[in-house]
């Protein structure tokens, strides 16, 4: 990863923004080093006038905090009952084999992770480019949000997860797949 920060850096007019710590308690065990448990997430821009909406992901207060917050005059009380910054250090639990929302990719991203990036990052009706789409969680959660996206994985299994995504969806939401047996088409070795 900081090999490719660094890169980014001196070869690219993208400006880092944030790096988010995504936290875990979860993880496989280690004896010749310290076990992980965090993975990295590099937001960059191409500019300073970037989108991004704290509002759609703030974490709410619980009664006796709000309660404590707003005896503070300085605070405002309409932010404080949408809730606090989440920072840039988010502790959400890794997907476990048996969880509802696993759909057979090995590297699976919780959609919690999903959810906040996209929701605090891409308006309403914007698009959300995924190219190492996997398990298609991008996907789904861009329907669910209300973004369009573009997916697209070297694995020739992502159809077969990103259909598993779009099973758990389809009689909730409304969305078009748009040329699909193009794509298709494109990613074959004789097409290449």
């Not at 988010?90 to 084999?97: F, G």
């Not at 991008?138 to 329907?143: D, Q, R």
């Not at 992502?158 to 990613?187: C, H, M, P, R, W």
Request: net charge positive; glycine share 4%.
């Amino acid at each position: 990863m900081l090999e490719i920060v660094h890169y980014i850096r001196h070869n690219s007019k993208f400006n880092l923004v944030n790096m988010i710590v995504w936290y875990y308690k979860n993880g496989i065990t280690a004896h010749r080093f310290f076990a992980n448990r965090h993975e990295e997430i590099m937001w960059y821009a191409k500019s300073n006038k970037y989108y991004f909406n704290l509002d759609a992901v703030r974490v709410k207060y619980d009664e006796k905090t709000l309660s404590l917050y707003k005896k503070d005059k300085r605070l405002s009380h309409s932010k404080l009952e949408l809730g606090k910054n989440p920072t840039n250090v988010w502790e959400i639990s890794r997907l476990n084999s048996n969880s509802k929302e696993r759909v057979g990719h090995k590297t699976q991203k919780p959609s919690a992770i999903i959810t906040r990036l996209v929701a605090s990052l891409t308006p309403s009706n914007g698009i959300v480019l995924d190219l190492f789409a996997g398990s298609g969680i991008t996907a789904k959660t861009c329907i669910e949000l209300g973004r369009n996206s573009i997916n697209c994985d070297i694995d020739n299994n992502f159809l077969l997860f990103f259909n598993k995504q779009k099973a758990k969806i389809e009689s909730t939401y409304s969305y078009k797949i748009t040329n699909l047996n193009e794509v298709l088409d494109f990613g074959k070795e004789e097409n290449i």
